[in-house]
């Protein structure tokens, strides 16, 4: 029941407390002991929202991805083909196999993923199928911007299904550069 419900879930947030309830445990720290066995199988991942402090991380929902997309898709639950959600999957993958830590940001907004080097963050991408609609794009682009400005960076990513551009954003005096990018494109270059 577990693996079902995190393979339905790729990419969401979850908590423990939330899991016990879904799948009728009595004990969070039973299933915080289970997602453990799993990501030690290498089976799926949860990734920690960042914070400076340990504590709000530990205690903070997670995000969870899985190693094997066809798993995910075949063994979990979907109303719709949640074409964004495996896409973020996809990027989550790539940035474990360039090395990256990998968090995602949440205060006001949300940032699919920071990403760590050497203890600093050293980027931003956001994930989504297409910008085409002017609600996702001020959504995506308010997610980075807002992840951008905390860790002192001067340019993030967008990652979608075919969408190129580039162009600036002006906040509270700062000019942003914003990469949308491609999948395929960002797989190949770098």
Not at 29 to 35: A, I, K, P
Not at 60 to 74: E, L, N, R, T
Not at 82 to 111: A, M, P, T
Not at 163 to 181: M, S
């Amino acid at each position: 029941e577990l693996i079902y419900y995190l393979a339905s879930n790729i990419g969401k947030e979850i908590t423990f407390n939330s899991l016990k309830k879904s799948i009728g445990l009595s004990s969070a720290t039973t299933v915080s002991n289970y997602c453990s066995y799993l990501q030690a199988a290498y089976l799926c991942f949860l990734v920690n929202r960042f914070d400076y402090s340990l504590k709000i991380q530990f205690l903070s929902p997670k995000k969870v991805y899985f190693i094997d997309q066809a798993m995910a898709i075949s063994v979990g639950f979907r109303a719709t083909a949640d074409e964004g959600r495996i896409l973020e999957n996809i990027v989550f993958l790539e940035l474990l196999r360039r090395k990256y830590e990998v968090y995602y940001h949440r205060q006001v907004k949300e940032c699919d993923f920071l990403l760590r080097q050497k203890g600093k963050i050293v980027g931003a991408i956001q994930v989504c199928t297409d910008m085409r609609h002017e609600s996702t794009m001020q959504r995506e682009v308010a997610g980075l911007i807002e992840a951008l400005e905390l860790h002192h960076l001067s340019e993030g990513f967008i990652i979608t299904e075919d969408e190129h551009e580039t162009f600036e954003v002006r906040e509270a005096g700062k000019t942003y550069l914003i990469k949308v990018t491609p999948i395929w494109l960002w797989l190949l270059v770098n």
